[in-house]
C-alpha cells in the first residue's frame, strides 16, 4: 500500500496547483492521474484569466460580473474568494515564469470578455491554458512531487456510516495502467478530487476523451452531493465537425458573428443589443441555435464566425493558434475566410458540493477545480472564470488538505435538516442503482455501488459486532480487494455487451435531448434512455484479456461514471421547471427568483437518490447582491 | 522491441474481404461475430471491414507482450469508412469501437495539444489527431513511434523522453522578483516573442523519435529538452547568471554538440518549433560563453 499525507486525483490546473500548495505547506503529496500531467485537458484552453490585477479594475467588479453572470445561483463568498484570490494566483503563475503575453510596457496584457465590465482576462496567446498546465508541471518537476501517471483512480477508500456528513475518505484505490496492478493508496490527510470535465457525457464537446468525470461520479457514490448539475455550458464557437474550441478571445478581439443572410444576427436580431457578440455564452448559443432553427444557418448546422478584418498582424500576435485549429480540424483559412461554428457542449458548472475550502461534506475528502461546485459559475459560467478557480480553488483545497488553518468556511455541505427535498418530480423509470441482484453476477458488473457505495465497512456491526471501528488501512485494503474482484470480473467474462455501443447511445440522446434547448418530453426521453443504458451495462464485460494498457477495461469503467453523470444531469434539468442561465425550458421561458433561488442537489443515497435544495447565498462581504434582470 | 517487421506482401483478395462482417450491424454484433472469425482462423491474417470504393485500408501495428497470438508483432488491416475530415485518430477510434476493442493507443484531446497521439505514420511521425487521411496514400500504415521500447500495439514508453525533459532543470528560476504587491516581472514584447515558439512544446515525443543522433546515443538529451532549456536561457526574466548555468548544462558531450544539424526534428514537429534553429543558437550562444571567460 501506498502512503502520503495528501493525495491529488488527477495532474491538471487544479491537480497541479493543488499538489504544489500542500508540498509548500509541508506535506507530503502525491498525484495520481490517469495522464501523464501536460496531456491534461487544461491545456485545451484557451481564452486567458480572469483577474483584477489593473488601476480602475476591482476585484469586487469581478466579483459583480461573475455573480450576474451566474444568473444569481452563485454563492456570494465562493465568488468573492474566487475574485479576491484571482489577482495573486496569476502573478503567483507570471512569478513561475508563465509566458504571458505582453504589452509595451512589459506587463502582462489582459483583454476584453464576454460579460466582464473590465478587460481583465489575462492571456498568453490564444494558448493560456497549454501554458498555465506547462507552467505548474514545471513547478512540480521542481519540488520532485512525486506523480503516478498513467494510474487510474476507480474507486474511493471511504467509510460507510448512515449520514454521509459522518464518513471519513482514507484513500483511493488506483489500476496501473501500464501494468495491471491495482493499489491502495492511503492518505493520511487528504484526497483531493481534480478530475476536470465530464464532456464525454456528450458526444459533440470541446472536451477530450477523458474527460469522463470519474472523480464527480466517485464522490457522488461515496455519499458527496453533486450540485447544479442540469447547469451545461454549450459554448457558442466551436468547430462543427470536431467540436474543436474557437476561443472567445476571437470575439474579444473584434471576431463578427453572421448568419446565412450575412446579417451580424446578435444585433439585427436584438439578442443583445449592448454587448453583441460579447454577450454571455449562454446567450450566444441559444442565438446561434435559433438563427438556424429559423432557417438563417449555413447548412442548417452552422453560423460563420469572422476575424478577418482583424488583420494578420493583429490574429497572429494575439490569436495565432486559432489559425492553426481552423486549418487543422476544419481545413479553413481564418484569414482568408469566415469560419463555421456552433454552439458544443463545453463545461459543467455542476459539481460535487464543496466549500470555499475545497472541502466536501466526507472528511478528508476534497474537490477542485471542474469536478468540483462552490459554486462559483452558478448557472452559468463567464470565459476567463475557470482558470482562476483551478489555480485559486486547487490552491485552497492543497493548503486545507495540508492542514493548515483557513478559517471558518461560509460555505456549508452535506444535508441540513431544514432543507426542501424534492418529493413530485415525475420521472418515467426510476433513476440509481439497478435493483439488487442478489448473488447475481450483475452485481459485480457496476462495482457493487448498489447498496454500500464505493465505501467499504467501518460499522463493527457488520464484523459480527465485536470488533472496534476499522482502521484507516482496513478500510482501504477492503476497496482493493472490491475493486480487484470487480477488474477480475469485467476482464473474464468472455460475452455480453461492449461499453463503447452504450457510450455512442448515452451520448447521442442527451446531445438530443439534454442540449441548449430542453422541454420535458425529451428530458423523459433522455431518463428513459439514461435507464436501457444503465441496465444494459450490468452486462458490460471487457474483450481484452490484457494486463498490459487495456484502454478498454478504463473506457468500461468510465462508462458507469458517464451513466451517473447523465442521470444527474437530467433529472436536474427536469426538476428545474424554470429558465436560468444555460438551463432553458420551453415550458417555462422565464425566471422564477421566488422559487429557484436554490441549488439542485442530488445525493447518491445508496442507489435511491435524493434530490434536495440548498438555498443560494447571496451575501457578500459588504454587500448582498439583489438578483436583476440579466440583459446584456 | 523493434517495430520493423517483415510485412506480408499479399493483398488481400477481394473475396477475403467480402466474408467480413456486413456493417449496419451493432457495433457489438459486429465484434462478436469477428471473435467468432478470429477463434477460427489465425489471428490477424485476415482483414476487418469491407474493402470498397467508400472505404480504405488501415494497416495498424499490433503487439501485446501476454496475449497468445499477439506475442509475435503483426499488422492487422482494418477497412475504414472515408468520411470527410477524417483523421488518422479517427479512423483509428473507428477501428477499435467497431472492430477491436483491444486496438490500444494513447489519445486525450482531439486537438494536438495534449501530444498523446505521435504515431508513425506512412513512415514519418505525426500526430494521429492532425492528421488528415485525405492527405495519405492507402493503405495507410500506422505503427508506434520508432526507437522506443513498445509497451503494446501504438504505445510506446515514454519514461526515456520524460527522464531527459526533466534532466535540464526545466522550471523557472527567478532572479529578482519585483518587491511590490502583485507586481509581475517585466518582459519585452520582443522577448516574449523570441521564446514564443519553444514554449509550443507539447511533449509528444515526435522529434526525439525522428533523431538518429539519439536512436544511438540514450544519453544525448535530443531536441525537446534542447528546446526546453532554450525556452529558459533565452528568457530575460531569468537573467545572465543563470543564462550561464543552464548553458553550461547544454555545453557537455551529450548535450547540443551531438545535434548534427539533420533536420529531421524540425520536420516532423506537429507545432513548427525550429528546434534545430534553437540548438544551432543555444551552440554559438555557448561557444561565446566559453569566449567570454578566457
Not at chain 1, 418515467?428 to 458488473?445: I, K, L, M, Q, T
Not at chain 1, 441548449?516 to 450490468?538: C, M, P, S, T
Not at chain 2, 555545453?251 to 534553437?278: A, M
Request: aromatic share 8%; glycine share 10%; net charge negative.
Amino acid at each position: 500500500m501506498h502512503e502520503h499525507d495528501v493525495l491529488v486525483i488527477g495532474g491538471g490546473g487544479a491537480g497541479l496547483r493543488a499538489a504544489i500548495a500542500a508540498h509548500e505547506e509541508g506535506a507530503d503529496v502525491a498525484i495520481v492521474t490517469k495522464l501523464h500531467p501536460v496531456r491534461s485537458h487544461t491545456g485545451a484552453a484557451e481564452g486567458g484569466i480572469n483577474a483584477a490585477i489593473r488601476d480602475g479594475d476591482s476585484w469586487d467588479l469581478h466579483a459583480y460580473d461573475t455573480m450576474k453572470g451566474s444568473d444569481y445561483l452563485g454563492d456570494a463568498p465562493a465568488i468573492e474568494t474566487l475574485a479576491q484570490d484571482s489577482p495573486g494566483e496569476t502573478v503567483q503563475l507570471e512569478h513561475w515564469g508563465m509566458p504571458f503575453s505582453r504589452e509595451d510596457d512589459g506587463r502582462v496584457s489582459q483583454r476584453p470578455f464576454g460579460g466582464l465590465s473590465f478587460p481583465r482576462t489575462t492571456y498568453a496567446g490564444a494558448e493560456t491554458g497549454h501554458h498555465l498546465l506547462h507552467t505548474m508541471y514545471e513547478q512540480v518537476v521542481k519540488r520532485g512531487i512525486q506523480v503516478y501517471d498513467e494510474w487510474y483512480v476507480s474507486r474511493l477508500a471511504v467509510t460507510d456510516e448512515d449520514d454521509p456528513s459522518d464518513r471519513q475518505c482514507h484513500g483511493v484505490v488506483a489500476y496501473d495502467i501500464k501494468t495491471g496492478q491495482i493499489e491502495g493508496f492511503k492518505a493520511r490527510n487528504g484526497v483531493i478530487l481534480a478530475t476536470g470535465g465530464l464532456g464525454q457525457v456528450y458526444d459533440h464537446t470541446t472536451n477530450a476523451v477523458a474527460n469522463t468525470g470519474d472523480g464527480a461520479a466517485m464522490a457522488y457514490r461515496a455519499g458527496a452531493p453533486l450540485e447544479d448539475m442540469e447547469f451545461i455550458q454549450f459554448h457558442p464557437t466551436t468547430l462543427p465537425s470536431t467540436g474543436v474550441l474557437i476561443s472567445e478571445g476571437v470575439r474579444g478581439e473584434g471576431g463578427i458573428l453572421y448568419n446565412a443572410e450575412g446579417e451580424r444576427f446578435m444585433f439585427e436580431y436584438g439578442y443583445a443589443n449592448n454587448a453583441g457578440e460579447l454577450a454571455s455564452r449562454d446567450v450566444v448559443s441559444r442565438a446561434e441555435l435559433t438563427e438556424i432553427n429559423e432557417g438563417r444557418g449555413v447548412d442548417d448546422e452552422y453560423v460563420y464566425l469572422d476575424m478577418r478584418h482583424l488583420g494578420e498582424e493583429r490574429i497572429t500576435d494575439r490569436l495565432e493558434n486559432i489559425l492553426h485549429l481552423a486549418r487543422d480540424f476544419e481545413g479553413v483559412d481564418g484569414l482568408e475566410e469566415p469560419m463555421p461554428v456552433k454552439p458544443g457542449q463545453h463545461y459543467a458548472m455542476g459539481g460535487v458540493e464543496t466549500n470555499e475550502h475545497g472541502q466536501t461534506c466526507i472528511d478528508g475528502l476534497y474537490a477542485a477545480g471542474e469536478c468540483a461546485c462552490v459554486s462559483v459559475h452558478g448557472s452559468n459560467r463567464l470565459g476567463g472564470n475557470a482558470l482562476p478557480e483551478l489555480i485559486v480553488f486547487g490552491a485552497r483545497a492543497g493548503r486545507h488538505a495540508a492542514g493548515t488553518d483557513l478559517g471558518e468556511p461560509e460555505i456549508a455541505t452535506g444535508k441540513a435538516d431544514e432543507f426542501e427535498t424534492e418529493d413530485n418530480l415525475d420521472t418515467p423509470v426510476e433513476p440509481g442503482a439497478v435493483a439488487d441482484g442478489g448473488e447475481d453476477e450483475s452485481a459485480v458488473a457496476d462495482g457493487g455501488e448498489r447498496t454500500d457505495g464505493s465505501r467499504v465497512s467501518s460499522d463493527p456491526r457488520s464484523d459480527g459486532g465485536e470488533t472496534a471501528v476499522a482502521s484507516a488501512d482496513d478500510v482501504v485494503r477492503r476497496a482493493v480487494e472490491n475493486e480487484r474482484t470487480r477488474v477480475e470480473y469485467l476482464i473474464e467474462k468472455d460475452e455480453g455487451i461492449q461499453q463503447a455501443e452504450l457510450r455512442e447511445k448515452l451520448q447521442k440522446s442527451m446531445t438530443q435531448n439534454v442540449n441548449v434547448f430542453r422541454n420535458e418530453e425529451g428530458l423523459k426521453q433522455a431518463l428513459e434512455d439514461i435507464r436501457e443504458v444503465r441496465e444494459a451495462y450490468q452486462d458490460v464485460y471487457v474483450d481484452d484479456p490484457s494486463r498490459t494498457f487495456n484502454t478498454d477495461l478504463i473506457h468500461t469503467i468510465e462508462m458507469q461514471n458517464l451513466i451517473d453523470l447523465a442521470e444527474a444531469i437530467t433529472l436536474g434539468a427536469l426538476a428545474r421547471d424554470e429558465f436560468r442561465g444555460a438551463h432553458w425550458r420551453q415550458e417555462h421561458q422565464e425566471r422564477k427568483d421566488d422559487e429557484w433561488l436554490k441549488h439542485t442537489m442530488l445525493a447518491w443515497d445508496d442507489g435511491t437518490p435524493d434530490l434536495y435544495y440548498k438555498p443560494v447565498i447571496l451575501d457578500g462581504e459588504e454587500k448582498t447582491y439583489e438578483p436583476k434582470v440579466r440583459s446584456y | 522491441m523493434s517495430t520493423q517487421i517483415q510485412e506480408e506482401a499479399d493483398e488481400p483478395t477481394e473475396t477475403e474481404a467480402e466474408t467480413a462482417p456486413a456493417e449496419r450491424q451493432s457495433p457489438g454484433d459486429r465484434r462478436r461475430a469477428e471473435k467468432r472469425t478470429a477463434s477460427d482462423q489465425a489471428v490477424g491474417s485476415e482483414p476487418v471491414g469491407r474493402a470498397d470504393d467508400d472505404t480504405f485500408r488501415l494497416k495498424v501495428f499490433r503487439y501485446d507482450p501476454e496475449v497468445e497470438g499477439k506475442m509475435e508483432p503483426r499488422f492487422d488491416d482494418f477497412y475504414v469508412p472515408r468520411e470527410k475530415g477524417m483523421t488518422v485518430l479517427d479512423a483509428l477510434i473507428y477501428a477499435r469501437d467497431h472492430y477491436d476493442t483491444t486496438l490500444t493507443f494513447r489519445h486525450s484531446c482531439r486537438q494536438a495539444v495534449c501530444g498523446s497521439d505521435a504515431f508513425f505514420v506512412n513512415g514519418r511521425q505525426r500526430l494521429g489527431c492532425q492528421t488528415q487521411i485525405s492527405d495519405l496514400e492507402a493503405p495507410i500504415r500506422v505503427e508506434p513511434l520508432p526507437h522506443q521500447d513498445v509497451v503494446k500495439d501504438l504505445v510506446v514508453d515514454m519514461e526515456h523522453f520524460y527522464d531527459q525533459m526533466h534532466a535540464v532543470e526545466p522550471f523557472f528560476q527567478e532572479d529578482d522578483l519585483p518587491s511590490g504587491d502583485l507586481e509581475e516581472q517585466r518582459q519585452s514584447r520582443e522577448n516574449r516573442e523570441k521564446i514564443k515558439m519553444s514554449t509550443r512544446c507539447i511533449w509528444c515525443g515526435a522529434c526525439m523519435s525522428s533523431c538518429n543522433i539519439a536512436a544511438g546515443d540514450n544519453e544525448y538529451l535530443g531536441p525537446a529538452a534542447i528546446n526546453k532549456a532554450y525556452r529558459f536561457a533565452m528568457d530575460d526574466r531569468e537573467g545572465d547568471d543563470l543564462k550561464q548555468h543552464r548553458l553550461n548544462i547544454m555545453d557537455q558531450e551529450h548535450g547540443v554538440w551531438r545535434c548534427q544539424t539533420q533536420f529531421s526534428c524540425t520536420n516532423v514537429c506537429p507545432k513548427d518549433i525550429p528546434l534545430t534553429e534553437h540548438i544551432q543558437e543555444l551552440k554559438r550562444e555557448a561557444v561565446k560563453q566559453n569566449l567570454k571567460f578566457w
